[in-house]
C-alpha cells in the first residue's frame, strides 16, 4: 500500500499578521519538500460540525465560526489569530485528519500525512489557543473509536510545546492513550508527568532546555515505546510538530532532522507490531521554514518506507 498526503489550498488562506510565526509560508515550504514524492494525493474534505462536537461543545464551534472577521484579521488571544479565510481552513485541517483515519482503517492507504494548517494540538474544549482552533487530532482519535468501533487509540506528539489541548480533550477517554514529550519549562507550562489523566491514560515527557537527540531517544525507549507496548493501541496518531528542531526560533531543544526520522523509524516499526503499521499523523508547530521542509520530508520518507 502506499502513504496519503493530504491537504487542501484553503489552509493557505488562514492569514496571521507579518511576523507572526505561524504562517502562510510553513505551509508553502512543506508542500514544496514533499511534491516530487510518489504519495497518494487527497484533497481534505471540511469536517462534518457532529465530528468537532466528538471534543468541542456546540458553544466553542459558533464562538469560532463569529470570529472569523469579513476582512483584515481578528485576534483571538495572544497568540491566535482569524482572517476571513481561517473558517475553512480550520475546517480542512480537521477534516484531513478524519479522512485519513477513514483512509487507513478502510485499507485504501497503509499510512497518511495530513499537511494543514492550522495546527491542532494546543485547542482545549472551549478554548482556541497557541495557533489552534480546533484539536484536530483529538478528534481523529474520537472518530477512530466512535465511528470506526475501534478500542483503542493512542497519540504520540513530539512537538516541542506541551499539547495540552489534546491533553486536556482526552482526559476523559480511557480508550485514547495520550503521550506528548515536550521541552519544560516552556510555554504552555503544562506537561507534567504528575498530569496522568483520569485513567492513567496521559504519559507526558518533560524534556529540558539545550538537550539533544541523544536525551530524547533515551526518554522514547524508556518510557514511551514500552508505555505503547502495553496499551495496544490500534491505530497510532501522530502530532508531527518539527519546532524541536536545533534551528527553530520558538524553543531550546536541539534535535536534527535525523532525529525526527529516527523517532518516525520507531514508530513506524512499533505500529507494524502492534495495529498493522496503521498511522495517522498531523502537521503541529515547525516555524524555522528549512528545517521545518527538511524535517516533514524526512518524516514522510519514513511513513512511506513503512508503507512499502
Known sequence: MS??????????????????????ARLEHVLHALQDLELTRVTAPEVDEAQLRYVHPQSHIDAMRAAIPD????????????????????LRAAGAVVKAVDMVLDEEVQNAFCAIRPPGHHAEKATAMGFCFFGNAAIGAKHVLEAHGLSRVAIVDFDVHHGNGTQDLLWDEARAL????????????????????????VLNIPLAPRSGGAEMRAAYEAQVFPRLREFQPELIIISAGFDAHQDDPLAELQWATEDFRWLTRELCALAGDLCEARIVSTLEGGYDL????????????ELMEAAS
Open 3 to 24: 502513504t496519503a498526503l493530504i491537504t487542501h489550498a484553503e489552509c493557505l488562506e488562514h492569514v496571521t499578521p507579518n511576523g507572526h510565526p505561524e504562517r502562510v
Open 71 to 90: 476582512e483584515g484579521v481578528h485576534q483571538i488571544d495572544a497568540d491566535t489569530w482569524a482572517s476571513p479565510g481561517s473558517w475553512r481552513a480550520a
Open 178 to 201: 495520550v503521550i506528548t514529550s515536550q521541552q519544560m519549562p516552556l510555554w504552555p507550562g503544562s506537561g507534567h508527568p504528575s498530569e496522568r489523566g483520569a485513567h492513567d491514560n
Open 290 to 301: 528549512s528545517a521545518l521542509a527538511d524535517s516533514a520530508r524526512a518524516h514522510v520518507e
